[in-house]
């Protein structure tokens, strides 16, 4: 019997590398976009603010997808094993869940963002 073909053993693997890859690869990301403490010291504008946002989230899903596709292809030829359905589920939403939860500039500028939205100047119902 082959070691890598029990699943948790697969599913240990690929989650460890991911993370560790994705620990150190998530704060060069969030530097690349300045603080809302920084944003707020320059007074740039809320649209300005969103703006950064979109292309933070942008540039997320551009790395998620490559780190989906090279990460995945280059750990099972390196380790001689095929990645099941199930295992590339789990890994797409611990990698999701790492790769935005590291992202402290991001979440900070969101909930800022959410606060000053027209919709919560405005009474739609009255």
């Given at each position: ?11 240990t ?46 540039l ?67």
């Amino acid at each position: 019997m082959n070691l890598y073909d029990n699943v948790i053993m697969r599913l240990t693997i690929f989650t460890t590398l991911y993370i560790v890859i994705l620990i150190f690869l998530s704060p060069l990301i969030d530097h690349l976009s300045t603080s809302l403490d920084e944003d707020i010291i320059i007074k740039e504008s809320n649209f300005q603010i969103l703006l950064e946002i979109i292309l933070h989230i942008i540039l997320l899903a551009i790395v998620w997808y490559v780190l989906h596709n090279y990460i995945r292809v280059r750990v099972e030829s390196l380790l001689n094993i095929k990645m099941r359905e199930t295992t590339k589920t789990a890994i797409d939403i611990i990698s999701a869940i790492a790769l935005v939860g590291l992202q402290r500039n991001l979440i900070q500028k969101l909930k800022y963002i959410s606060y000053e939205h027209p919709f919560r100047t405005i009474d739609i119902y009255g």
